[in-house]
């Protein structure tokens, strides 16, 4: 399967801890991209990698949020001191510049 | 404020009949993209309009782009169980191709 991949595909975890995710894009997608999505609403556009380069981040990304993409490949996505506001499915894409964007399976996030 | 409006929300239907569901927005899109979501998987992309005026067939789904690019419409001839799933639209605005706005989705059953 060459789609996009995430790990993992789920994760529980109580209010205050760390969690990050790991994103494979298509092989050769230059760009990247984070949305998340919560039950009856469609996915929100969290921030975009072109390359190694994150080139914009949402108002919805707070400090709590971090994401990288070291080498222009995969990225990660990391939550400090989770609230039960982050619960969420985390959807990565990828594409090549002007492309359509191509969606993983996410990541669906609980927080006890 | 959400910038693309899908109706209708919800939709249960009969196997073999057609539907028309719409996606509205006050705002200009440069290119507009149908995607489809399962539960638990992350949407799948069904095609991409960019010219005002514009028709795309996929089999028995047909999609529309306005004149103005500002709405669209998919519309499914004899639907079948299989079509069952959320029903995304997400636009892309002037040179920020990278970031998709998505409306909330309409909800369609196809009933055997």
């Known amino acids: 399967d060459t789609g996009v991949s995430q790990d993992p595909r789920h994760k529980i975890t109580k209010r205050g801890q760390n969690v990050t995710f790991r994103c494979d894009p298509i092989?050769?997608?230059?760009?990247l991209y984070w949305y998340r999505q919560t039950l009856g609403q469609g996915p929100e556009f969290l921030t975009y990698?072109?390359?190694?380069?994150?080139?914009?981040k949402s108002r919805l990304l707070s400090d709590r949020f971090s994401a990288e993409r070291p080498k222009g490949s995969f990225s990660t996505l990391e939550i400090q001191r989770t609230e039960q506001g982050d619960s969420a499915m985390y959807l990565c894409?990828?594409?090549?510049?002007?492309?359509?964007?191509?969606f993983g399976d996410g990541t669906r996030l609980s927080i006890l | 404020t959400q910038l693309l409006e899908q109706s209708p929300q919800f939709l249960s239907i009969q196997e073999g009949e057609n539907l028309t569901v719409y996606c509205n927005s006050s705002s200009v899109f440069s290119s507009l993209q149908w995607y489809r979501q399962e539960p638990g998987e992350g949407p799948v992309l069904l095609v991409t309009?960019?010219?005002?005026?514009e028709v795309k067939k996929l089999k028995r789904l047909t999609f529309q782009f306005g004149d103005a690019r500002k709405d669209s419409s998919l519309h499914i001839t004899a639907a079948q169980p299989g079509d069952t799933g959320l029903y995304l639209c997400?636009?892309?605005?002037?040179?920020?191709?990278?970031?998709?706005?998505f409306g909330k989705g309409t909800l369609l059953t196809v009933n055997p």
């Open positions: 997400a636009g892309a605005r002037g040179g920020s191709n990278y970031k998709l706005t």
């Open positions: 092989s050769e997608h230059n760009r």
């Open positions: 309009v960019v010219t005002g005026g």
């Open positions: 990698f072109q390359n190694e380069a994150q080139l914009e």
């Open positions: 894409a990828s594409s090549l510049s002007g492309q359509p964007q191509h």
